[in-house]
């Protein structure tokens, strides 16, 4: 079956620091991978997406690459604000499902 | 704001009670998805339904059931309650039945979920 595995959190970085939370996936057919972000108390919100091998999602500075021959999605960002500070989820959706499988989540502290 | 509202945002019940979530979807969304976000299974895909009709299915306990009704709204019906219930439970909506694949997507908004606590 299909599944999500995504880096353990809570990662703790300070304001301006690369991020990278890496996430691998095991899908039949031809899945589409996404991240979500959860602020708190609030619901899921899409980042962003990538639908095909090779494609690169971007959003508000985040972004991950699709790599088919290592089935990874990473989620990068070049220098985050406090207000990134959520929870991230890698998921996706395969080839005649409809629903999304998600990975654990990862916590995501900024400090100033 | 996603435009999918759930109600109600808290619910504190007793073991072996009934309850009801009810989710009322973005307008013009056909399919309304349920979701379980819990400390130890993480979030987990219930059930789904488009257009009134159920169309897949996952990790949904024989005590729980749903229905979409025919303005659309869905609602989750929790029965025997057990203290492992307790979760968030998210409702989602997307345009069309299918997601993913082959380059096509229906996104899926999340509505901010109804807290159930089971003591």
């Known amino acids: 079956g299909n599944s999500v595995t995504q880096m353990e959190g809570p990662v703790t970085l300070s304001e301006e620091a690369f991020l990278t939370i890496n996430c691998t996936y095991t899908?039949?057919?031809?899945?589409?991978l996404f991240w979500y972000v959860q602020y708190p108390g609030e619901g899921l919100q899409l980042l962003l997406k990538?639908?095909?091998?090779?494609d690169k999602g971007s959003n508000k500075g985040f972004e991950a690459t699709y790599r088919k021959e290592t089935t990874s999605f990473h989620l990068e960002k070049g220098s985050v604000q406090v207000s990134d500070s959520a929870v991230y989820f890698c998921?996706?959706?395969?080839?005649?499902?409809?629903?999304?499988?998600f990975g654990s989540g990862t916590r995501l502290q900024v400090q100033p | 704001d996603s435009g999918v509202t759930q109600t109600p945002k808290h619910l504190i019940t007793a073991t072996g009670q009934r309850v009801t979530l009810r989710c009322s979807p973005r307008s013009g969304d056909l399919s309304v998805y349920w979701y379980q976000q819990s400390l130890d299974q993480g979030l987990q895909f219930l059930i789904q339904?488009?257009?009134?009709?159920?169309?897949a299915k996952g990790n949904i306990l024989e005590r729980f059931s749903a229905q979409q009704f025919p303005d659309l709204h869905s609602e989750l019906n929790l029965s025997s309650l057990e203290l492992g219930d307790s979760a968030l439970y998210f409702c989602a909506s997307s345009v069309g039945g299918v997601s993913g694949g082959l380059g096509s997507y229906n996104e899926q908004f999340f509505g901010p979920g109804t807290r159930l606590t089971v003591l």
């Open positions: 899908a039949t057919g031809y899945p589409s």
């Open positions: 339904y488009y257009n009134g009709e159920e169309r």
């Open positions: 998921a996706l959706t395969d080839t005649g499902r409809r629903a999304l499988t």
């Open positions: 990538a639908t095909k091998a090779d």
